[in-house]
Protein backbone atom coordinates (compact mmCIF):
# COMPACT_ATOMS: atom_id res chain seq x y z
CA UNK A 1 0.00 0.00 0.00
CA UNK A 2 1.21 3.82 -0.63
CA UNK A 3 2.68 5.05 2.48
CA UNK A 4 2.13 8.48 1.25
CA UNK A 5 -1.86 7.90 1.75
CA UNK A 6 -1.49 6.64 5.11
CA UNK A 7 -3.54 9.23 6.78
CA UNK A 8 -6.25 8.67 3.94
CA UNK A 9 -9.45 7.05 4.96
CA UNK A 10 -10.45 3.66 3.38
CA UNK A 11 -13.94 3.32 3.59
CA UNK A 12 -15.64 -0.48 3.21
CA UNK A 13 -19.21 1.50 3.16
CA UNK A 14 -20.57 4.88 3.41
CA UNK A 15 -20.59 6.41 6.99
CA UNK A 16 -24.44 6.44 6.57
CA UNK A 17 -25.98 3.67 9.17
CA UNK A 18 -22.61 2.43 10.63
CA UNK A 19 -22.26 3.41 13.56
CA UNK A 20 -18.99 1.96 15.09
CA UNK A 21 -15.34 2.92 13.65
CA UNK A 22 -12.36 0.17 14.15
CA UNK A 23 -9.08 2.12 13.28
CA UNK A 24 -6.59 -0.02 12.26
CA UNK A 25 -2.60 1.02 12.41
CA UNK A 26 0.38 -0.78 12.11
CA UNK A 27 4.21 0.56 13.83
CA UNK A 28 5.03 2.45 10.65
CA UNK A 29 2.06 4.72 11.80
CA UNK A 30 -0.55 3.39 8.79
CA UNK A 31 -3.89 3.90 9.47
CA UNK A 32 -7.57 3.42 8.30
CA UNK A 33 -11.13 3.46 9.70
CA UNK A 34 -13.70 1.22 8.72
CA UNK A 35 -17.19 1.74 9.22
CA UNK A 36 -19.41 -0.81 10.84
CA UNK A 37 -23.00 -1.33 12.25
CA UNK A 38 -22.48 -2.14 15.94
CA UNK A 39 -24.87 -5.26 14.96
CA UNK A 40 -22.44 -6.46 12.18
CA UNK A 41 -19.57 -7.04 15.11
CA UNK A 42 -21.11 -7.98 17.92
CA UNK A 43 -22.99 -10.65 15.83
CA UNK A 44 -19.92 -11.96 14.09
CA UNK A 45 -16.86 -11.67 17.02
CA UNK A 46 -17.21 -11.84 20.68
CA UNK A 47 -13.91 -9.84 21.07
CA UNK A 48 -16.20 -7.09 20.05
CA UNK A 49 -18.63 -7.80 22.10
CA UNK A 50 -16.76 -8.17 25.38
CA UNK A 51 -15.06 -4.85 24.24
CA UNK A 52 -18.10 -2.83 23.19
CA UNK A 53 -19.16 -4.14 26.79
CA UNK A 54 -17.07 -2.30 28.71
CA UNK A 55 -18.16 0.52 30.62
CA UNK A 56 -15.12 3.08 29.13
CA UNK A 57 -16.06 1.96 25.45
CA UNK A 58 -16.25 4.40 22.66
CA UNK A 59 -18.06 3.82 19.22
CA UNK A 60 -14.12 3.59 18.06
CA UNK A 61 -11.80 0.98 18.47
CA UNK A 62 -8.28 0.97 17.89
CA UNK A 63 -6.55 -1.93 16.76
CA UNK A 64 -2.94 -2.43 16.43
CA UNK A 65 -1.12 -4.76 14.15
CA UNK A 66 2.11 -5.00 12.19
CA UNK A 67 3.28 -4.90 8.58
CA UNK A 68 3.51 -7.95 8.08
CA UNK A 69 -0.57 -9.04 9.25
CA UNK A 70 -1.24 -5.58 8.19
CA UNK A 71 -2.98 -7.28 4.70
CA UNK A 72 -4.75 -9.89 6.41
CA UNK A 73 -6.26 -7.15 9.22
CA UNK A 74 -7.95 -5.44 5.99
CA UNK A 75 -9.46 -8.62 4.37
CA UNK A 76 -10.64 -10.24 7.47
CA UNK A 77 -12.61 -6.62 8.49
CA UNK A 78 -13.78 -6.61 4.79
CA UNK A 79 -15.36 -10.88 5.72
CA UNK A 80 -17.26 -9.57 8.46
CA UNK A 81 -19.68 -7.59 6.33
CA UNK A 82 -20.08 -10.44 3.74
CA UNK A 83 -22.44 -13.01 4.22
CA UNK A 84 -21.19 -16.94 4.67
CA UNK A 85 -22.16 -18.48 1.48
CA UNK A 86 -20.27 -15.43 0.23
CA UNK A 87 -16.40 -15.59 2.29
CA UNK A 88 -15.57 -19.25 0.80
CA UNK A 89 -15.46 -17.30 -3.11
CA UNK A 90 -12.88 -14.02 -1.77
CA UNK A 91 -10.25 -16.47 -0.98
CA UNK A 92 -7.89 -16.31 -3.88
CA UNK A 93 -4.58 -18.09 -2.05
CA UNK A 94 -3.14 -20.28 0.55
CA UNK A 95 -1.32 -17.79 1.97
CA UNK A 96 -4.57 -15.18 2.23
CA UNK A 97 -6.64 -18.06 3.77
CA UNK A 98 -3.60 -18.82 6.88
CA UNK A 99 -3.43 -14.99 7.35
CA UNK A 100 -7.63 -14.44 7.48
CA UNK A 101 -7.36 -17.25 9.81
CA UNK A 102 -5.08 -16.69 12.06
CA UNK A 103 -6.51 -13.12 12.71
CA UNK A 104 -10.18 -14.57 12.98
CA UNK A 105 -9.07 -16.73 15.50
CA UNK A 106 -7.53 -13.70 17.20
CA UNK A 107 -10.87 -11.67 17.16
CA UNK A 108 -13.37 -14.99 17.78
CA UNK A 109 -14.82 -15.12 15.07
CA UNK A 110 -16.22 -18.63 14.90
CA UNK A 111 -17.95 -17.96 11.64
CA UNK A 112 -15.14 -16.68 9.25
CA UNK A 113 -12.38 -19.43 10.87
CA UNK A 114 -14.77 -22.23 10.06
CA UNK A 115 -14.69 -20.75 6.16
CA UNK A 116 -11.07 -20.67 6.40
CA UNK A 117 -10.69 -24.57 7.27
CA UNK A 118 -13.38 -24.76 4.71
CA UNK A 119 -11.36 -23.54 2.11
CA UNK A 120 -7.96 -24.82 3.24
CA UNK A 121 -9.17 -28.28 3.62
CA UNK A 122 -10.19 -28.26 0.06
CA UNK A 123 -7.54 -26.66 -2.18
CA UNK A 124 -3.96 -28.07 -2.97
CA UNK A 125 -1.13 -27.36 -0.77
CA UNK A 126 2.70 -26.89 -1.75
CA UNK A 127 4.81 -28.65 1.11
CA UNK A 128 5.64 -25.24 2.63
CA UNK A 129 2.28 -24.49 2.71
CA UNK A 130 1.17 -27.43 4.67
CA UNK A 131 3.92 -26.37 7.55
CA UNK A 132 2.26 -23.30 8.06
CA UNK A 133 -1.38 -24.60 7.95
CA UNK A 134 -0.58 -27.26 10.26
CA UNK A 135 1.16 -24.41 12.26
CA UNK A 136 -1.99 -22.03 12.55
CA UNK A 137 -4.34 -24.94 13.42
CA UNK A 138 -2.56 -27.24 15.98
CA UNK A 139 -4.19 -24.98 18.38
CA UNK A 140 -7.59 -24.85 17.34
CA UNK A 141 -9.41 -28.36 18.52
CA UNK A 142 -11.78 -30.06 16.65
CA UNK A 143 -12.98 -27.37 14.47
CA UNK A 144 -9.34 -28.18 12.27
CA UNK A 145 -10.11 -31.72 12.38
CA UNK A 146 -10.46 -31.55 8.18
CA UNK A 147 -7.49 -30.18 7.53
CA UNK A 148 -5.56 -32.35 9.79
CA UNK A 149 -7.95 -35.26 8.55
CA UNK A 150 -5.68 -34.93 5.64
CA UNK A 151 -2.26 -35.32 7.26
CA UNK A 152 -2.73 -37.37 9.69
CA UNK A 153 -0.90 -40.96 9.63
CA UNK A 154 -3.34 -43.66 8.77
CA UNK A 155 -3.96 -46.68 10.53
CA UNK A 156 -1.95 -49.61 9.97
CA UNK A 157 -5.23 -51.59 8.20
CA UNK A 158 -5.91 -48.87 5.84
CA UNK A 159 -2.06 -48.74 4.86
CA UNK A 160 -2.02 -52.42 4.80
CA UNK A 161 -4.77 -52.47 2.11
CA UNK A 162 -3.06 -49.70 -0.17
CA UNK A 163 -0.07 -51.54 0.01
CA UNK A 164 -1.82 -54.85 -0.88
CA UNK A 165 -4.07 -53.52 -3.89
CA UNK A 166 -0.54 -51.97 -4.71
CA UNK A 167 1.23 -54.77 -4.71
CA UNK A 168 -1.60 -56.86 -6.85
CA UNK A 169 -1.17 -54.10 -9.52
CA UNK A 170 2.62 -54.06 -9.39
CA UNK A 171 2.75 -57.43 -9.99
CA UNK A 172 0.08 -58.12 -12.11
CA UNK A 173 -1.87 -60.42 -9.59
CA UNK A 174 -5.30 -60.74 -11.35
CA UNK A 175 -7.28 -59.58 -14.34
CA UNK A 176 -5.01 -56.79 -16.12
CA UNK A 177 -6.87 -53.64 -16.48
CA UNK A 178 -7.27 -52.42 -20.46
CA UNK A 179 -6.43 -49.67 -21.58
CA UNK A 180 -4.40 -49.01 -18.68
CA UNK A 181 -2.88 -51.79 -17.75
CA UNK A 182 1.19 -50.78 -18.37
CA UNK A 183 0.67 -47.49 -17.24
CA UNK A 184 -0.74 -48.63 -13.80
CA UNK A 185 1.82 -51.34 -13.15
CA UNK A 186 4.30 -48.94 -13.23
CA UNK A 187 2.67 -46.27 -11.04
CA UNK A 188 2.02 -48.84 -8.52
CA UNK A 189 5.84 -49.84 -8.85
CA UNK A 190 6.78 -46.57 -7.82
CA UNK A 191 4.28 -46.04 -5.42
CA UNK A 192 5.48 -48.91 -3.52
CA UNK A 193 9.00 -48.11 -4.22
CA UNK A 194 8.04 -44.41 -2.10
CA UNK A 195 5.96 -45.86 0.25
CA UNK A 196 8.89 -48.93 1.30
CA UNK A 197 11.51 -45.50 1.66
CA UNK A 198 9.21 -43.42 2.94
CA UNK A 199 6.66 -44.86 5.65
CA UNK A 200 8.38 -45.03 9.09
CA UNK A 201 5.33 -47.69 10.05
CA UNK A 202 5.45 -49.73 6.63
CA UNK A 203 7.91 -52.34 8.42
CA UNK A 204 4.88 -53.12 10.72
CA UNK A 205 2.72 -53.98 7.21
CA UNK A 206 5.40 -56.37 5.35
CA UNK A 207 5.99 -58.10 8.46
CA UNK A 208 2.10 -58.92 7.93
CA UNK A 209 1.80 -62.93 6.81
CA UNK A 210 -1.06 -61.78 4.30
CA UNK A 211 1.08 -59.49 2.63
CA UNK A 212 4.09 -61.49 2.38
CA UNK A 213 1.55 -64.14 1.03
CA UNK A 214 0.64 -62.18 -1.54
CA UNK A 215 4.14 -60.83 -2.69
CA UNK A 216 5.05 -64.34 -2.74
CA UNK A 217 2.36 -65.37 -4.99
CA UNK A 218 3.06 -62.07 -7.52
CA UNK A 219 6.98 -63.19 -7.31
CA UNK A 220 5.71 -66.83 -7.99
CA UNK A 221 3.26 -65.94 -11.10
CA UNK A 222 5.86 -63.35 -12.25
CA UNK A 223 8.83 -66.05 -12.41
CA UNK A 224 6.72 -68.61 -13.93
CA UNK A 225 5.13 -66.40 -16.73
CA UNK A 226 8.55 -65.18 -17.20
CA UNK A 227 9.85 -68.70 -17.84
CA UNK A 228 6.84 -69.74 -20.16
CA UNK A 229 7.23 -66.87 -22.45
CA UNK A 230 10.76 -67.85 -22.99
CA UNK A 231 9.94 -71.42 -23.65
CA UNK A 232 7.22 -70.54 -26.13
CA UNK A 233 10.32 -68.95 -28.54
CA UNK A 234 11.03 -72.77 -29.27
CA UNK A 235 7.61 -73.60 -30.14
CA UNK A 236 7.15 -70.70 -32.37
CA UNK A 237 9.44 -71.38 -35.94
CA UNK A 238 8.30 -67.96 -37.02
CA UNK A 239 8.39 -65.11 -34.03
CA UNK A 240 8.89 -61.67 -34.74
CA UNK A 241 11.99 -61.57 -32.79
CA UNK A 242 11.93 -57.38 -32.16
CA UNK A 243 7.92 -58.22 -30.45
CA UNK A 244 8.89 -61.23 -28.52
CA UNK A 245 12.12 -59.59 -26.91
CA UNK A 246 10.11 -56.93 -26.10
CA UNK A 247 7.87 -58.79 -24.16
CA UNK A 248 10.04 -60.69 -22.67
CA UNK A 249 12.14 -57.87 -21.48
CA UNK A 250 9.25 -56.73 -19.91
CA UNK A 251 8.44 -59.70 -17.91
CA UNK A 252 12.37 -59.74 -17.01
CA UNK A 253 12.12 -56.17 -15.63
CA UNK A 254 9.61 -56.70 -13.46
CA UNK A 255 11.62 -59.33 -11.79
CA UNK A 256 14.64 -56.93 -11.95
CA UNK A 257 12.37 -54.53 -10.18
CA UNK A 258 11.24 -57.22 -7.50
CA UNK A 259 14.85 -57.71 -7.29
CA UNK A 260 15.31 -54.34 -5.86
CA UNK A 261 12.29 -53.93 -3.89
CA UNK A 262 12.32 -57.54 -2.38
CA UNK A 263 15.38 -56.69 0.18
CA UNK A 264 13.49 -54.57 1.94
CA UNK A 265 10.81 -56.97 2.84
CA UNK A 266 13.42 -59.69 4.26
CA UNK A 267 12.14 -61.29 1.53
CA UNK A 268 15.21 -61.80 -1.06
CA UNK A 269 16.04 -64.78 -0.27
CA UNK A 270 12.44 -66.25 -2.39
CA UNK A 271 13.33 -64.38 -5.26
CA UNK A 272 17.11 -65.91 -5.02
CA UNK A 273 15.12 -69.23 -4.94
CA UNK A 274 13.16 -68.58 -7.47
CA UNK A 275 15.68 -67.81 -9.72
CA UNK A 276 17.76 -70.61 -8.88
CA UNK A 277 14.47 -72.60 -9.68
CA UNK A 278 14.15 -71.59 -13.15
CA UNK A 279 17.85 -70.42 -14.26
CA UNK A 280 18.23 -73.90 -15.71
CA UNK A 281 15.63 -73.67 -18.39
CA UNK A 282 16.07 -70.38 -18.99
CA UNK A 283 20.12 -70.65 -19.97
CA UNK A 284 18.86 -74.14 -21.98
CA UNK A 285 16.73 -71.66 -24.42
CA UNK A 286 18.63 -68.47 -24.55
CA UNK A 287 21.68 -70.84 -25.21
CA UNK A 288 19.83 -72.65 -27.92
CA UNK A 289 21.07 -72.34 -31.39
CA UNK A 290 17.83 -70.72 -32.40
CA UNK A 291 18.71 -67.80 -30.52
CA UNK A 292 22.68 -67.49 -31.33
CA UNK A 293 23.03 -64.02 -32.76
CA UNK A 294 19.38 -62.97 -31.31
CA UNK A 295 17.84 -61.19 -28.50
CA UNK A 296 21.17 -59.52 -26.92
CA UNK A 297 18.96 -57.44 -25.12
CA UNK A 298 17.71 -60.10 -23.08
CA UNK A 299 20.89 -62.15 -22.59
CA UNK A 300 22.55 -59.15 -21.15
CA UNK A 301 19.22 -58.32 -18.72
CA UNK A 302 19.74 -62.07 -17.34
CA UNK A 303 23.41 -61.51 -16.73
CA UNK A 304 21.95 -58.17 -14.94
CA UNK A 305 19.86 -59.44 -12.77
CA UNK A 306 21.76 -62.34 -12.37
CA UNK A 307 24.43 -60.13 -10.88
CA UNK A 308 22.44 -58.95 -7.91
CA UNK A 309 21.26 -62.75 -6.74
CA UNK A 310 24.92 -63.20 -7.04
CA UNK A 311 25.67 -60.06 -5.15
CA UNK A 312 23.02 -61.11 -2.26
CA UNK A 313 24.41 -64.67 -1.73
CA UNK A 314 27.94 -64.17 -2.06
CA UNK A 315 28.23 -60.46 0.47
CA UNK A 316 25.86 -63.01 2.90
CA UNK A 317 22.24 -61.25 2.33
CA UNK A 318 20.58 -64.45 1.49
CA UNK A 319 21.77 -67.24 3.20
CA UNK A 320 21.34 -70.99 1.41
CA UNK A 321 23.01 -74.10 2.05
CA UNK A 322 26.08 -75.54 0.25
CA UNK A 323 24.15 -77.61 -2.77
CA UNK A 324 22.24 -74.02 -3.72
CA UNK A 325 25.13 -72.20 -3.88
CA UNK A 326 27.06 -74.54 -5.82
CA UNK A 327 23.96 -75.16 -7.95
CA UNK A 328 23.73 -71.32 -8.47
CA UNK A 329 27.56 -70.70 -9.43
CA UNK A 330 27.93 -73.48 -11.66
CA UNK A 331 24.85 -72.72 -13.43
CA UNK A 332 25.63 -68.93 -13.98
CA UNK A 333 29.21 -68.24 -14.15
CA UNK A 334 29.97 -70.34 -17.96
CA UNK A 335 27.20 -68.33 -19.37
CA UNK A 336 28.52 -65.23 -18.28
CA UNK A 337 32.08 -65.98 -19.32
CA UNK A 338 30.82 -66.80 -22.58
CA UNK A 339 28.40 -64.12 -22.81
CA UNK A 340 31.25 -61.42 -21.88
CA UNK A 341 33.48 -62.36 -24.65
CA UNK A 342 31.17 -61.89 -27.50
CA UNK A 343 29.25 -58.63 -26.19
CA UNK A 344 33.05 -57.29 -26.26
CA UNK A 345 33.76 -58.45 -29.97
CA UNK A 346 30.38 -56.77 -31.19
CA UNK A 347 31.97 -53.41 -29.06
CA UNK A 348 33.20 -51.64 -32.60
CA UNK A 349 29.81 -52.02 -33.69
CA UNK A 350 28.38 -48.71 -33.89
CA UNK A 351 24.36 -49.99 -34.33
CA UNK A 352 24.99 -52.28 -30.89
CA UNK A 353 24.10 -51.26 -27.87
CA UNK A 354 24.77 -54.13 -25.45
CA UNK A 355 27.34 -54.57 -23.40
CA UNK A 356 28.58 -55.26 -19.61
CA UNK A 357 30.10 -52.06 -18.20
CA UNK A 358 32.79 -51.71 -15.89
CA UNK A 359 30.77 -51.11 -12.72
CA UNK A 360 28.53 -54.26 -13.16
CA UNK A 361 31.69 -56.55 -14.13
CA UNK A 362 33.61 -55.62 -11.14
CA UNK A 363 30.28 -56.37 -9.03
CA UNK A 364 29.70 -59.80 -10.79
CA UNK A 365 33.73 -60.78 -10.08
CA UNK A 366 33.61 -59.41 -6.71
CA UNK A 367 30.75 -61.29 -5.77
CA UNK A 368 31.82 -64.72 -7.67
CA UNK A 369 34.96 -65.04 -5.71
CA UNK A 370 33.28 -64.27 -2.59
CA UNK A 371 30.33 -66.91 -3.48
CA UNK A 372 33.57 -69.29 -4.28
CA UNK A 373 35.39 -69.09 -1.17
CA UNK A 374 32.05 -69.82 0.75
CA UNK A 375 31.77 -73.39 -0.70
CA UNK A 376 33.61 -76.70 0.67
CA UNK A 377 36.84 -77.16 -0.52
CA UNK A 378 35.83 -79.80 -3.39
CA UNK A 379 33.54 -77.78 -5.24
CA UNK A 380 35.60 -74.62 -5.28
CA UNK A 381 38.35 -77.46 -6.77
CA UNK A 382 36.03 -78.15 -9.08
CA UNK A 383 34.90 -74.68 -9.97
CA UNK A 384 38.60 -73.52 -10.35
CA UNK A 385 39.73 -76.38 -12.40
CA UNK A 386 36.93 -75.71 -15.14
CA UNK A 387 38.14 -71.91 -15.02
CA UNK A 388 41.82 -72.66 -15.99
CA UNK A 389 40.57 -75.06 -18.64
CA UNK A 390 38.46 -72.63 -20.28
CA UNK A 391 39.88 -70.51 -22.87
CA UNK A 392 38.63 -67.49 -22.18
CA UNK A 393 40.17 -67.04 -18.55
CA UNK A 394 40.18 -63.41 -18.23
CA UNK A 395 36.73 -62.79 -17.15
CA UNK A 396 35.92 -63.15 -14.76
CA UNK A 397 38.91 -63.05 -12.88
CA UNK A 398 39.12 -65.55 -10.12
CA UNK A 399 43.07 -65.97 -9.16
CA UNK A 400 42.12 -64.11 -5.81
CA UNK A 401 40.06 -67.18 -5.37
CA UNK A 402 42.72 -69.75 -6.49
CA UNK A 403 45.29 -68.28 -4.14
CA UNK A 404 43.00 -68.50 -1.06
CA UNK A 405 42.14 -72.08 -1.97
CA UNK A 406 45.82 -72.51 -2.41
CA UNK A 407 46.71 -71.39 1.04
CA UNK A 408 43.84 -72.81 2.48
CA UNK A 409 44.72 -76.59 1.35
CA UNK A 410 48.54 -76.24 2.26
CA UNK A 411 47.07 -74.93 5.90
CA UNK A 412 44.93 -78.53 6.06
CA UNK A 413 47.34 -80.42 4.97
CA UNK A 414 49.57 -78.98 7.22
CA UNK A 415 47.27 -79.60 10.06
CA UNK A 416 46.49 -82.83 9.14
CA UNK A 417 50.13 -83.63 9.33
CA UNK A 418 50.38 -82.39 12.31
CA UNK A 419 47.83 -84.29 13.88
CA UNK A 420 49.13 -87.15 12.42
CA UNK A 421 52.63 -86.79 13.72
CA UNK A 422 50.60 -85.92 17.74
CA UNK A 423 48.42 -89.27 17.16
CA UNK A 424 51.89 -91.24 16.17
CA UNK A 425 53.89 -89.71 19.39
CA UNK A 426 50.93 -90.12 21.62
CA UNK A 427 51.02 -94.27 20.85
CA UNK A 428 54.88 -94.17 20.98
CA UNK A 429 54.93 -92.78 24.18
CA UNK A 430 52.29 -95.74 25.45
Known amino acids: ?11 LADQDGNDTIICLKDREGRLERFYFNLSVLTDKSRYFV ?18 FNYDHHVKFLGLLKLPACSILESFNSVKSAIGVLEVAVGFQCEEIVKCCIEYLEAIPWEDKEEELILKAVSK ?7 ILARVQPVDLTATKSVFISAVRFAMSIGEPCPPFGDELKTSAQEQIEYMLGEDEDLPLVTADDEVRSVVRMGLSKSCGSFENELSSLLLDPNFDTETAEAKILNSLSDLEWMCNILPK ?9 NWIDISANVLA ?42 TLL ?11 PLLDSKGSDADFRYKMDEDLCQSIEGAIVLLILLLPSNDQADILADWMKAEQVRYPDLSEAFEVWCYRTKSAKRRLMEGMNNVDNATVSL
Open 265 to 273: MDLMKDFVS
Open 140 to 146: LGPVAMP
Open 330 to 340: KTWLPYIRKIK
Open 50 to 67: HQLSQPESSNCIDIQCSE
Open 1 to 11: MDKAAITKPCR
Open 285 to 326: VVEDKKLDSLMWGLKTKLIEVTAKVLEAVGYGHVILPAPSRV
